[in-house]
């Protein structure tokens, strides 16, 4: 089973930017839906940002205007990334990347939907 693996959290200052990307494991033969959640200490994990098997992004309403989420081409059609700007001291959180590895082409924005996890990579914003 392929596993997902994010890289690029760190310190930011508020204001600032930070970019995550999440790479597979392996090739994989077509692209996945796939997305970032993320979860603050004590809270629900929550959703971020969505692209689709065929390119449709979404996101959600704390992030919308700020971040962006897109994905390579190619070999690399399900490495996706997040770009974050204008972040705020509440975008701190350990951000996790997902996928739906079976055929799909929808949106899902609940993390039950979602058939495959990275181990998450901290996101720290200082006020």
């Known amino acids: 089973q392929v596993q997902l693996l994010e890289s690029g959290g760190g310190l930011a200052q508020a204001g600032g930017s930070l970019r995550l990307s999440c790479a597979p494991s392996?090739?994989?033969?077509?692209?996945?839906?796939m997305a970032w959640f993320r979860q603050a200490p004590g809270k629900d994990r929550e959703f971020v940002a969505v692209?689709?098997?065929?390119?449709?992004?979404?996101?959600g309403d704390s992030v919308k205007g700020r971040f962006s989420i897109s994905r390579g081409t190619g070999d690399a059609k399900n490495q996706i990334y997040l770009q974050m700007n204008s972040l705020k001291h509440e975008d701190t959180a350990v951000y996790f990347c997902?996928?739906?590895?079976?055929?799909?082409?929808?949106?899902?924005?609940?993390?039950?939907?979602?058939?495959?996890w990275g181990q998450g990579t901290q996101v720290t914003v200082s006020s």
């Open positions: 392996r090739p994989t033969l077509r692209p996945f839906t």
């Open positions: 997902a996928a739906v590895t079976h055929f799909s082409t929808a949106t899902p924005r609940y993390s039950n939907e979602y058939d495959t």
């Open positions: 692209i689709s098997s065929v390119g449709v992004a979404g996101y």
